[in-house]
């Protein structure tokens, strides 16, 4: 049986992926499947940079706005969905482009990780609230020392879901990478620097004046904890600190514009370890359209 042609988007964030996945869907009869795991929280718009209804042109979105931002949606809730997303459109007769930044949802759907057979602990996850990262990355260190050299200690939800992980099954378990039902292109977005750094500093002054402080005051006014908001990391946290009176707010701004720069060179330096992935020119449209169309050409095997 011929597999499934699958493109993916990938590139750290404020590189262009949302607008590039868009063009690809216009040109190929496509739509759009996000792996973006703060999207699929309604209510988390504009500091997540949510695609509005205008940005689509008419391009269906999958994997948005689909959960309370109260409830907990996993790797195991994406990989489901996603699924199910990718039946869909294949049915339909429609091409899937995958975009996001969250990476690691891609790496589920591709077979290379896996998510244990955990549920959530919210009794467990309430006794980590008050540690902050490093505590929770020296926990972690000590119970599952594989686990904690390849995490990202940076990122708390992780770092959680980890600790959650070992104390139901003593470890994390290693991956296995398995066989996959879909055919891949991975498109990586090659961008500089210096133009990385200014496309951020731009978003995040854009987002600012579009209201991205009055969303985290309407989030928590409608019952999502500070906890809960710093848990959304970057943004969210910021702004949280910022409204609780922990930060200035030129200092919040500051402050969060390093920590994204941070985190783009972070995916980048994840990106980087997937050999498989085609750099393109984002600029050269042409050229990419003329990579798909030989790669939707060639029989999957």
């Known amino acids: 049986m011929l597999k499934q042609k699958v493109i993916a988007i990938v ?5 262009g992926k949302t607008s590039l996945s868009i063009d690809i869907a216009t040109h190929f009869n ?9 999207q699929v929280y309604r209510g988390l718009d504009i500091g997540t940079g949510k695609v509005t209804p205008e940005e689509m042109r008419g391009v269906p979105h999958h994997l948005t706005d689909i ?15 996603a699924t199910a997303a990718l039946l869909d459109i294949k049915r339909r007769g429609r091409r899937p482009i995958i975009a996001g930044g969250t990476f690691f949802y891609l790496e589920l759907l591709r077979g290379h990780s896996q998510t244990a057979p955990v549920e959530p602990n919210q009794e467990l996850r309430q006794k980590f609230e008050p540690l902050s990262n490093e505590e929770l990355y020296e926990r972690l260190l000590i119970k599952d020392e594989r686990r904690a050299h390849s995490i990202d200690r940076y990122n708390r939800r992780r770092l ?3 600790l959650e992980v070992v104390e139901t099954l003593g470890v994390v378990p290693e991956t296995k990478t398995a066989t996959t039902p879909y055919d891949w292109l991975m498109l990586g977005i090659d961008i500089d620097q210096k133009t990385l750094h200014q496309n951020i500093h ?3 002054e854009a987002r600012l004046e579009a209201g991205m402080i009055e969303e985290v005051v309407k989030l928590q006014e409608a019952g999502i904890s500070w906890q809960r908001l710093e848990d959304f990391g970057l943004e969210y946290r910021y702004i949280a600190e910022y409204l609780q009176g922990q930060l200035e707010k030129e200092e919040m701004v500051a402050l969060l514009e390093t920590k994204i720069r941070q985190f783009a060179k972070r995916q980048m330096t994840w990106l980087k370890r997937m050999k498989e992935i085609e750099w393109c ?8 359209f003329r990579r798909i169309e030989e790669f939707l050409n060639t029989p999957s095997s």
């Open 67 to 81: 959960v309370d931002p109260a409830t907990i949606y996993t790797g195991h809730d994406f990989v489901r969905d």
């Open 11 to 15: 590139g750290p964030t404020a590189s």
């Open 281 to 288: 020119v984002p600029e050269n449209r042409e050229a990419i």
């Open 160 to 162: 959680i879901r980890a």
């Open 30 to 38: 496509g739509e759009v499947i996000s792996t973006d795991s703060r």
């Open 202 to 204: 731009t978003r995040l």
